[in-house]
């Protein structure tokens, strides 16, 4: 029986109760719905926000929201199940549309009809493929209960049953023949299925159906951009005024689905933070305060401490298959409380008055960078050079990192590219920028942009990854535009004019930095640096899957006092790989699997940047007939 004939002969009563159905199942849906839309539209414009370029919003629309790119891509299993709920529902429209018309009698798709006819069939294979779908879902949710969905409401299972519900009578329709006592009671069933689902729509997280699409193509350009603020009187989002639309929209698209946490390195370290309870508690206080409610954010619906422990890995906002920006939200939470003076750290105040004495997070004075740079014979940035190479804090200071520059400095001279380094240069206020103390980022930011104008630097290249994306993106904020590249970037551009190791026979677990991967999307350059040296061996967690070291978002410079230690780890992966060298691209990784690694009992693998492997192929320097850059 096919569902658009079952009501063309039926009395005007029951037509008569169809249309109180439907119209108190929209009635109650559009007074849920429309409360949610209030709230979005009265929270204040997002800042430097602009729908164009439209093109790659459309792009991205197309591939995560249509084609359910993101979603097959990291969950394949659940992920295809869940784009098959999708698309059949896609299909349905149509049929559903016919549906709702069938009920006055004014059915516009035909069984009789050939393209009626093949729809309805069409639409059936679609029905098979959700009701397995959903059954499947159903059971991953409720039976095997993957630890980071968390607690689970009993709505997402009523809500399964009714999607279940909605395929099986629609072949139940199909099934009957028409004008029969089995094809109108399915009909029916259909019906309330119907007019029970809607309503329920924006009272669970299945709100998303309705908003995410619209997220996805809303959302912030930029991975992780953390909006400017606006104005003296923006401190970043300390009460309910301070929340966007952007904001708003995206915490009522929260699914719960948990992939944020899944892959959140402090919640997998027993941290209070969980990424997904951040949003949920954003959508509380909204719905319990609104948008011009004058409570604190950080409370009683979400935790100070929780927001502190964020390293800004990305990994949440990588994964989140809705469009939602934790990060954006996570660092305005910090921006509210440090630049209101409601946080109190001790050691987050030791790093803020580092940057503003000594212009470093670690607190040096700047004449140890001389004496590293006169040491060491490094050439000074004149213009005439190549490349400026930026030191960083890292590279300027620590030991390790010290190293790292060095061995790029003899990669750069054997190569025959020309390089200098700045006289002077301060932190980027990376660790101030991510933890949310603007004022001591700009104090920072604008004396290093003023050194580089002054030395007209052109091109930059740097052995951190947290260093280049502050410069190149962060910076824009002051108006600076500065072409600066990662060295692993550039080391897998020099290539063949490097040599290879004699035997290449060392195994290297090389471990992808979350500001190089998820950041930069640079995941080849590196291993190709790698694999001139050795075989790489991929840890469990890899590429835009990496596992942070857990230095980023200052992490590094405060106290981690819970739960296992994000580095510990991490490194216990590398060294599970067996390789007898673990790689790193980053200055704060390597230093934070030093600190890890001299915990272990047995003997660790060597720890070495791509840069240190790159320069152990070189022949001995005194060898060499190019002279100092």
Known sequence: MLQSRLMSDASWV?????????????????????????????????PDFSVSPVGPRVRKFFWEVMLQGKVIGQRPLPG??????????????????????????????????????????????????????????FLRRFVARPQWLGEISP???????????????????LWYGERTTGGHISWWL???????FLPLIPHTKHLHLAISPVTVFLKRTGFSAIPPLTGDEDFGLTTGKDVTQIDALQTFSCVECGRCTEHCPAYNTGKELNPKEIILGMRAYLKANGTTSEEPLLGSHISEKAAFQCTTCGGCEFQCPVGIQHLPMIVGLRRGAVNTGTWEDEYGTKLFLNLERNGNALGFAASERQKFIEKNQLPFYDGTQEYCLWLGCMGAYDPQGREIVLALARVLRHAGITFGVLRKEKCTGDPARRLGNDLAFSQVAEANIETLRAAKVGRMVSICPHCVRTIGS?????????????????LARLGERLPAAAAKTEKVAYHDPCYLGRYRD????????????????????????????????????????????????????????????????????????????????????????????????????????????
């Open 14 to 46: 029951e037509r008569a109760i169809f249309a109180v159905v439907l119209i108190a199942s929209l009635t109650l849906f559009w007074r849920r719905f429309s409360a949610i839309l209030k709230i979005i539209r009265s929270a204040r414009a997002t």
């Open 80 to 137: 295809i199940a869940h784009a098959f709920v999708f698309w059949g529902f896609c299909a349905f429209a149509l049929i559903t549309i016919n549906h709702v018309a069938a009920g006055f009698g004014l059915a516009f798709l035909s069984p009789e009809s050939g393209f009626g006819r093949f729809y309805f069939l069409f639409v059936a294979v679609w029905a098979v493929a959700v009701a397995v779908a959903i059954a499947g879902l």
């Open 522 to 629: 640079v995941y080849e350059e590196p291993r190709e640096v790698v694999a001139r040296f050795g075989e790489t061996v991929e840890p469990r967690r890899t590429r835009e899957r990496s596992f942070c070291c857990g230095a980023g978002g200052g992490q590094m410079f405060l106290g981690e006092e819970e739960g296992k230690r994000v580095n510990v780890e991490r490194a216990q992966e590398l060294v599970a790989t067996g390789a007898g060298v673990i790689g790193t691209a980053c200055p704060f990784c390597q230093t934070m699997f030093r600190d890890a690694l001299a915990t272990f009992t047995q003997a660790p693998p060597k720890l070495l940047d791509i840069a240190q492997l790159a320069a152990a192929a070189l022949p001995p320097e005194s060898a060499e007939s190019a002279p100092h850059a």
């Open 155 to 173: 709505e997402s299972g009523v809500i399964a049953f009714l999607i279940f519900a909605l395929m099986i009578t629609y072949l139940a329709g």
């Open 474 to 490: 962060d910076w824009k904020e002051a108006g600076a535009t500065f072409e600066i590249e990662h060295h692993s970037e550039l």
């Open 190 to 196: 259909h019906t309330l299925c119907l007019a029970v």
